[in-house]
């Protein structure tokens, strides 16, 4: 089955830096990448998400590229905030069946 | 209807107990899926349905694991004979299944469930 791996397990910037976090797929039939944020205490929420078929889509702050040859994509936040701070995770799923695989998680604080 | 409901949100039990929760999805949702998160890690797949009928399920749902959504619309998740290393977040989820949202899950809040 699909595996997902993700980098770094914690992550710290200053306020306005930008902040990258990185994850690898092994299924190559993947499909759809979402990036869930979840604050502490509540439920994981969808913040962008990209198709197989698009290498980058942008969301204001947030940016999702995917590199299908290496197996990889990634989530840019720039110009981050202290509310940026909380628990991201990737997924990838196959096909129509749309059972996501999660990766292990992010832990973004951004410092004032 | 504005987003996935579980219930209980909180349940502690003790060992050998049986505990059951229940998820309701977004109404127009067909798709709902029944997640499992630990302290620290992503969520992982248990099971999920289409409509009524259940069409997947992971090898972590052992024997004592048992899912139903009789109606097509609520679900419920029961755990037999629970153990502590049941101790988790049970998330459920739902998603349209068809058109531009279909792989989109919503997740509810949760239920949490310590296992004494």
């Known amino acids: 089955g699909e595996n997902v791996e993700q980098h770094p397990s914690t992550l710290s910037v200053q306020e306005g830096d930008s902040a990258v976090i990185k994850c690898t797929y092994s299924?190559?039939?993947?499909?759809?990448f979402p990036w869930y944020k979840q604050e502490l205490g509540k439920r994981p929420q969808l913040i962008i998400d990209?198709?197989?078929?698009?290498g980058e889509k942008k969301d204001q702050r947030i940016a999702v590229t995917l590199n299908k040859t290496a197996k990889h994509f990634s989530l840019h936040i720039t110009e981050t905030q202290p509310e940026d701070s909380a628990v991201y995770f990737c997924?990838?799923?196959?096909?129509?069946?749309?059972?996501?695989?999660f990766g292990t998680g992010t832990r973004l604080q951004v410092t004032l | 209807d504005t987003g996935v409901s579980q219930d209980p949100r909180h349940k502690i039990t003790k060992r050998g107990q049986n505990v059951t929760f229940r998820c309701d999805p977004i109404?127009?949702?067909?798709?709902l899926y029944w997640y499992r998160q630990t302290l620290g890690q992503g969520p992982e797949f248990l099971t999920y349905?289409?409509?009524?009928?259940?069409?997947?399920k992971s090898r972590l749902l052992s024997d004592r694991f048992s899912a139903e959504r009789p109606k097509g619309s609520f679900s419920t998740l029961e755990i037999q004979r629970t153990e502590q290393g049941d101790s988790a977040m049970y998330l459920c989820?739902?998603?349209?299944?068809?058109?531009?949202?279909?792989?989109?899950?919503?997740f509810g809040a949760g239920s949490r469930l310590t296992v004494l």
């Open positions: 989820a739902s998603s349209a299944g068809q058109g531009a949202g279909a792989n989109v899950l919503t």
């Open positions: 299924d190559s039939a993947s499909n759809y």
């Open positions: 990209i198709r197989s078929n698009v």
């Open positions: 997924a990838a799923s196959l096909g129509t069946a749309s059972k996501l695989t």
């Open positions: 109404s127009e949702h067909n798709r």
């Open positions: 349905f289409q409509n009524e009928a259940q069409l997947e």
